[in-house]
């Protein structure tokens, strides 16, 4: 007889599925909550009005520890864990995504050289970037190189006991503000992407250069820029982990960094759901409120339904990286879900405010513009789907 729960925690490692919080992180759920709710909220609208850099809101973060929530206390961060990670991007998304993806991204690079990183390059740099000394940025895509990646063409010059970059990477969050550069770089052409190392560039090095923010569709308070290699020069001590790891380093890096957008992505989704329930209650058409026709509490319990699901498979992907578990394909698959149904929550919440959905008075059109590139970056969603198949198939 097939045994139902020995099937079941087969499928997920012998181990129980738990997101319970501990009381500290519970502490650090509320707290976030609490700030973002109140400040960040407040100043979301004029940040994505004048495509402004969410100076405060970062500072505040900073202070509070936030910008190294899942870095180790070693070096400055708070040690929590992935889940309650999640549950912090999700909370900061709800109010300002800008900020939500500005603290996913510098939280990426600091891992990466915490995981790959010697000793003395995690003491320079994860402690700057987990106590928010300084932002970090991640340097991969490139103007012929999006999708695929591996193809990149910016090179590192091997020189005795330096390195020479010259290239040039493309929308890169954090690059106007980040004093830590993480660059993926070819120092052997011939090989391919076995070819590819990661290095540390720091910030007034001379020969970097950062252009001007792209105008972009949404996530306005989020400055992305292209940034040009022109014969920059590092100790060779700058390259994080060995020789030709670069690409597999960007894709383990990707491996947490899908969590933290598919969190984004339930932010943004929750906020939009949120709203709507509240004006289904409040707006009256025909002498009553709106969410007595069923067509418009339905699609409302849609929202729900799928909203919840998408925090689910978030919080599976989350849990099995804190279990130390391979967590690839449950990223990916996190990711994809998540922003696709944030996305459609996002729509369906224009069309429950009707008119005043389509308002710039409400944040209900921002919510819809800021997603849009959750389906996009760290990988278009069409690139997740390619990632869950080649695990299925290996
Ligand atoms: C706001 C924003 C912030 C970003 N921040 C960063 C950052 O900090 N660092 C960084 O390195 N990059 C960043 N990116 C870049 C982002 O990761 C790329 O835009 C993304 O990977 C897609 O690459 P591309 O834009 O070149 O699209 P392309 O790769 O040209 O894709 C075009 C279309 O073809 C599809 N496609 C391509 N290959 C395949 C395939 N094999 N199978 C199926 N479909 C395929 C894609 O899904 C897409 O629909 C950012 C992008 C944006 C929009």
Known sequence: MCDIKTSYLELIGKAIMDFNLSEDEKLIQETIKDLASSKFAARADKIDKESLFPEENIKELAELGMLGTILDPEYGGAGASTITYSVVLEEIAKACASTSVITSVTTMVGLAIQREGTEEQKEKWVTKIATGETLGSFCLTEPTAGSDAGSLKTTATIEGDEVVINGQKLWITNAAHAGIFLVMA?????????????????????????????????????????????NVRIPLENRIGDPGKGFSIALKSLDTGRIGIASQALGIGQAAFEASVNYAKEREQFGKPIHKFQAVSFRIAEMKMKLEAAQLLTRKAAWMRDKGMKHTMESSMAKAFATEVASEVTQNAIKTFGGMGFSKELPIERYHRDIQATLLYEGTNDIQRLVIAKNLFA
Not at 197 to 210: I, N, R, W, Y
Not at 216 to 227: F, P, R, W, Y
């Open 186 to 230: 070819n120092e052997n052409p011939s090989l391919g992407h076995k070819g590819i190392s990661a290095f540390v560039v720091e910030k007034d090095t001379p020969g970097l250069q950062v252009g001007a923010p792209e105008k972009k569709m949404g996530l306005n308070g989020s400055h992305t820029c292209a940034v040009f290699f022109d």
